[in-house]
């Protein structure tokens, strides 16, 4: 009788816990038992194993086999445990050493004649991999995702046989190498491009400095998804932990990037998208689009034409940052630090307050449109532009030409140095302030307090919408580096904000 204990991760939301393999060959008549919470894919691996480690010229020991995949409350899914239940075999039949198990954890799914298959969701479990300071064997089809790490912990491996021959020391596994153009730190849009409407472009660097919502709304053909399309480019890039995150939450949905990127993602989910394929669900739960834009941007086009559940389930996570997805027998937690930017018409027909197209809409069509989107929602957006058709050329420079739009690279600037202020300040973007650290960094004078208290009566402000506010007209001293906020600064902040009888107005 002989006991192996072979090493490798499940997957549980972003996480990837360990997932310990003991195999067990004792009497009993031959057989082959695989107990620990397992899914139909898990329970068909019997076969497999057993036909790989036959192909592969070994004997598949005529005992009764017990594989236990510990903790056995962890759901266990996928053939991601193939190659680590035959090395647990071949190993507790006295077929391969167990001196170096310990170093090594397997990820894989065998095919019938031993070769290695690759397997999904692979980057969360190589993260934990290199973080309990052991070496990941992967199947080699794995290497674009397994090289996206740095000093990547991962060793390539196309066949079983490979992998024997690293145990007995015979033979050494390549490790895992980035392909040419592996990282990209670009974005191709540019603000340079957008001509025009100053004071959308205004709000979109206060935007970008504080991590602030913003609402657009405008006629057709005035910019708007132009406008958020390039938030990303004047973004501070991703660090290496952030652009790991978003690789990582992509790997859940299997959409594995080319590349590491450090550009801010940019989501843009059809107005047509289910609750589910917004916020996350289906079972096992998967990330949905507000996940895939961790450290990004959430773009909502056509806001009013989202379903009413999509855009509530929205509320929560903007606030908490993180989305729980609760099932009869899963629940996981992702992350959800995005910046929501949403486009809406100022009608259905689009044309409202158009001075060149009438508007064709009824009263009772206004109405409806207006009542598609909730108070609470409106009050998290922290910016509202109302952007109208104007000219695109700019006023004439010294030299009697056009004035070129500044480019991305130059707004950047300006962002990356208020973001640098505010984290030697407090250490977070300005968008998660609260608390005493509003009240401490937010600070007004009499004359400051009054106009704040003016204008939470006129526009009919909640304390949230007071306090975003606050936190707005701090980005706006932020960017004109100063250290206090002056009544200028607030008086900007007030003047993006969406009114509270946004519905009402536009009847």
Avoid: W
Avoid at 67 to 78: H, I, M, N, Q, Y
Avoid at 164 to 170: A, I, P, S, T, W
Avoid at 364 to 386: C, E, F, H, K, N
Wanted: aromatic share 4%; with cysteine.
């Amino acid at each position: 009788m002989a006991l192996a204990t072979v090493y490798t991760r499940g997957s549980l939301s972003v996480s990837a816990p360990l997932v310990t393999v003991e195999v067990h060959a004792g009497r009993g008549l031959p057989a082959l038992l695989i107990v620990g919470l397992i899914e139909t894919a898990v329970r068909e691996s019997r076969e497999r194993v057993r036909a790989a480690i036959a192909e592969s010229g070994f004997e598949f020991p005529d005992h009764r086999v017990t594989v236990s995949l510990a903790p056995a409350e962890l759901p266990k899914a996928g053939g991601r445990f193939d190659l680590a239940i035959a090395i647990g075999i071949l190993v507790a039949s006295r077929q391969l050493p167990h001196e170096a198990l310990g170093d090594y954890e397997f990820f894989g799914e065998l095919g019938l004649d031993g070769r290695l298959r690759p397997t999904h969701s692979l980057l969360p479990g190589l993260v934990a991999t290199e973080t309990a300071g052991r070496r990941a064997v992967v199947p080699a089809a794995c290497n674009r995702e397994a090289a996206l790490l740095k000093n990547s912990p991962a060793l390539l491996a196309g066949h079983l046989l490979e992998v024997v021959g690293l145990l007995r020391n015979e033979t050494t596994l390549p490790a895992a190498v980035s392909v040419p153009g592996c990282e990209s730190n670009e974005c191709a849009a540019d603000l340079k491009e957008v001509r025009g409407q100053h004071r959308a472009r205004r709000a979109l660097e206060i935007a970008a400095a504080g991590g602030h919502n913003l609402l657009l709304v405008g006629p057709p053909g005035t910019g708007k998804t132009m406008l958020a399309s390039r938030l990303p480019g004047v973004l501070p890039a991703l660090s290496d932990a952030e652009a790991i995150d978003v690789a990582m939450l992509q790997s859940l949905r299997a959409e594995v990037p080319d590349r590491l990127s450090h550009v801010p993602p940019f989501r843009a989910p059809h107005h047509s998208a289910s609750t589910a394929a917004v916020v996350g669900g289906c079972s096992p739960p998967v990330p949905g689009e507000v996940s895939l834009a961790h450290h990004g941007v959430l773009f909502l086009d056509e806001l009013p034409e989202f379903s009413r559940p999509a855009l509530e389930a929205l509320r929560e996570p903007l606030e908490s940052e993180c989305i729980t997805v609760a099932r009869a027998a899963h629940r996981a937690v992702f992350p959800a630090r995005v910046q929501l930017v949403a486009a809406m018409n100022p009608c259905p027909c689009g044309f409202a307050g158009d001075p060149v197209h009438a508007c064709s809409c009824s009263p009772a069509q206004l109405r409806r449109y207006g009542t598609r989107i909730s108070g609470p929602l409106l009050d998290r957006m922290d910016l509202a532009v109302a952007l109208s058709r104007e000219p695109p050329a700019t006023g004439p420079t010294r030299e009697g030409h056009a004035s070129e739009p500044e480019s991305s690279a130059a707004v950047r600037d300006r962002v990356a140095a208020a973001r640098a202020y505010q984290h030697r300040r407090q250490g977070f973007a300005n968008r998660a302030l609260g608390g005493r650290d509003l009240a401490r960094h937010c600070r007004l004078d009499s004359a400051g307090q009054e106009l704040l208290n003016s204008a939470a009566n006129k526009l009919a402000l909640s304390a949230r919408g007071c306090d975003r506010a606050l936190r707005v007209a701090r980005s706006i001293a932020d960017l004109a580096g100063e250290a206090t906020v002056a009544n200028d600064h607030l008086a900007e902040a007030l003047g993006y904000r969406p009114p509270a009888g946004l519905r009402q107005e536009r009847v």
